[in-house]
């Protein structure tokens, strides 16, 4: 994403801060965005709602006036939300917008900002723990925290947000005694090492995770697959489930299955982001897993993945979680068989998350980026999926 920006005047125009364009999206409002960042940028990366109309402008054509083929796109009678990068251009840009009579706000600190946005909910599910997801919006990225008898555990957490953790397990009653990762992530920085060195939680990935070259400076755990974790009056249970990468692993607690990045609740892992080479080979392993491991449990459990993509359809909480029958019924990949899913999975995967090689290597431990380029790195959409579009019908 590009950092060049101008610096805005003096004169302020309104400024609405994420939290707040976001409880708006939410609550049916009708939202109209301009966002003012490049055209690959935008496409790249944009805030994406049915309930918010967005026209991409890049700001270097809006710095001296506004241009007839702009005005022609704008509403009247609509407040507009202009975004940019970091909140300097789309602050300029609203007061040109402004000078010229239009209801006008800008989005504080723009993408970044919106980057910042975390959200808890607790699920409604039959275990005896509490269970919460956290909800990045703008990378789609999916956490959970268990918390049971004055123990917790958290699954995928970020590194940008610990905070975050520390203090809803405090809140809860809570002490954290594990932070567990699914697998090798690509998309987004993990926080099992900031979460060891801030708590007494024990960091545990999986064995063929580690086997990839983990290189931490805090002392971790691995776990195999059939292997249990006690959390409290709760067990997580290990379950192997290769396919996106060699190490990706499930945890089960009741009837939830924290999938990771196997299965979602709009389609099922891409192969590639470990070995590109091998991604029809990874999609056979993927197959086995899903078969093997998670279509044969249930048809009541309750799928909790570890992302969630524009095209999910969330729950009615705003949750992302879908009963395993259910999927069944809708995804027509999971009852293929396995030439045909390979097929299927390998023909045409969306592009790779971007910076996913030097994320990969921050999640090995192979690299050290400070928190300000850890951030940075993961802005922008997860791509874990075999597809943009959604596979459920």
Partial sequence: MSDDEPTPTEEQVAAVSPDALKERIDSGEDVFILDARSEGDFEEWHIHSENAEIVNFPYFHLLDEVPAGLHEQLPENRRITVLCAK?????????????????????????????????????????????????????????????????????????????EYVQDARTLGADLTYALDTHIHADHVSGLRDLATETNATPALPEPAAERGIEYDVDYET?????????????????????????????????????????????????????????????????????????????????????FSDAATPNDDGTFTAALGDLKARMDALSMDEAAF????????????????????????????DSERAFELELGPNNCAASEEALTN
């Fill in 223 to 307: 776990v195999s697959d059939g292997e249990t974790l006690p959390v409290g009056d709760v067990e997580i249970e290990v379950i192997h489930t290769p396919g996106h990468t060699t190490g990706m692993t499930a945890y089960k607690v009741g009837d939830v299955l924290f999938t990771g990045d196997g299965l979602f609740t709009e389609s099922v892992a891409r192969p590639d982001l470990e070995d590109p080479e091998a991604a029809k080979d990874a999609a056979r392993t993927l197959y086995e897993s899903l078969q093997e491991k998670v279509l044969s449990l249930p048809d009541e459990t309750v799928i909790a993945p570890a992302h």
């Fill in 87 to 163: 909140g300097g251009s789309s602050e300029l840009v609203a007061e040109n917008l402004e000078a010229e009579g239009y209801g006008v706000e800008h989005l504080e600190r723009g993408m970044k900002g919106w980057a910042r946005i975390y959200e808890y909910s607790e699920l409604d599910v039959d275990v005896d723990a509490t269970v919460a997801q956290y909800r990045r919006p703008s990378s789609g990225c999916l956490a959970y925290l268990v918390v049971s008898e004055g123990e917790a555990a958290v699954i995928d957490p970020l590194r940008a947000f610990t905070e």
């Fill in 342 to 369: 390979v097929e299927f999975i390998a023909a045409d995967m969306p592009p790779q998350p971007g910076n996913y090689e030097e994320i990969i290597a921050t999640n090995l431990g192979q690299e050290s980026p």
